[in-house]
């Protein structure tokens, strides 16, 4: 299995909702990323697990919170967020260490009612 | 200030005509640098790493520390070479982090 798997592939919510993102690779990859990305921009960085630990969090707002609960798997919990929130989800993973590409998934696209 | 700078949103070109996509970066360590694409309809996928200094799909890049550049180039574009094209930056020691520029459209027409 060469793929990252995000799950749901769409998904809207209310601002009072508390949903997850989920994303899963079965490639051996010990660092897992989130990317969100807006319509006709780059992906932004969110967050880096590395080995099962938060290595980077880009000062995301708390609304966003990540967990990964095994090697394999990586969720995006979601709370009380915004209209502005409303963009594509990428989740990717890596081998663990300098000039190893990400392999990226295809995406949640979040709309934020 | 780490910075990835793509100057051209658009560059459309006739098939077997030459490309050259451009990519300057603002970095103050040692630069590691890759070219991601996103053909219409797939997932974004690596194209190319400046470590490796190989070509993929007749596309080749070369890291010019001088000139901050890290420009694709490819000798006669293919009407499947159209896609979004993105440069990006490893910005942090474990390699991990990624900044990308703002993409640039390649469109081949025949």
């Known amino acids: 299995d060469t793929e990252v798997t995000q799950t749901p592939k769409h998904l809207v919510m209310g601002m009072t909702n508390k949903k997850s993102l989920k994303c899963e690779q079965h490639?051996?990859?010990?660092?897992m990323y989130w990317y969100k990305q807006k319509a006709k921009k780059p992906p932004e960085l969110m967050f880096v697990?590395?080995?099962?630990?938060?290595?980077i969090n880009e000062s995301v707002p708390s609304r966003f919170s990540p967990e990964c609960p095994n090697s394999s798997l990586l969720n995006l919990h979601l709370h009380a967020l915004q209209p502005e929130d409303s963009a594509l989800y990428l989740c990717?993973?890596?081998?663990?260490?300098?000039?190893?590409?990400?392999?990226f998934g295809d995406g949640t696209r979040l709309s934020i009612l | 200030a780490q910075r990835v700078t793509q100057p051209e949103k658009l560059l459309s070109v006739f098939k077997g005509a030459p490309v050259e996509l451009k990519c300057n970066y603002s970095?103050?360590?040692?630069?590691?640098l890759f070219w991601y694409v996103q053909y219409s309809r797939q997932r974004l996928q690596l194209l190319l790493r400046?470590?490796s200094r190989e070509s993929i799909k007749g596309f080749t890049a070369d890291l010019n520390k001088g000139e901050t550049s890290f420009h694709l180039k490819k000798p006669f574009a293919q009407e499947e070479d159209s896609a979004m094209y993105y440069c990006?930056?490893?910005?942090?020691?474990?390699?991990?982090?990624?900044?990308f520029g703002k993409g640039t459209t390649l469109s081949v027409s025949s």
């Open positions: 970095y103050s360590g040692s630069p590691e």
């Open positions: 490639m051996g990859h010990r660092a």
């Open positions: 697990y590395s080995y099962e630990k938060l290595s």
């Open positions: 990006a930056l490893s910005v942090n020691q474990a390699g991990t982090a990624l900044i």
């Open positions: 990717a993973s890596s081998q663990d260490g300098a000039n190893q590409p990400q392999h």
């Open positions: 400046h470590i």
